[in-house]
């Protein structure tokens, strides 16, 4: 807990760069893939 009480702000940090990735993305609905739709409305 030594280590925790230490780095807890780059545990912090870690821990808000993955959420943002993931929800930014889309998180659990589609993620990455998301971006091909874009191209089939196109034409």
């Given at each position: 807990?030594?280590?925790l009480?230490?780095?807890?702000?780059?545990?912090?940090?870690?821990?808000?760069?993955v959420?943002?990735?993931?929800?930014?993305?889309?998180?659990?609905?589609?993620?990455?893939?998301?971006?091909?739709?874009?191209?089939?409305?196109?034409?």
């Amino acid at each position: 807990m030594d280590w925790l009480a230490e780095n807890w702000f780059w545990v912090l940090v870690l821990v808000l760069f993955v959420g943002m990735h993931m929800f930014g993305h889309g998180g659990m609905h589609g993620g990455h893939g998301k971006h091909d739709d874009n191209e089939k409305h196109d034409e």
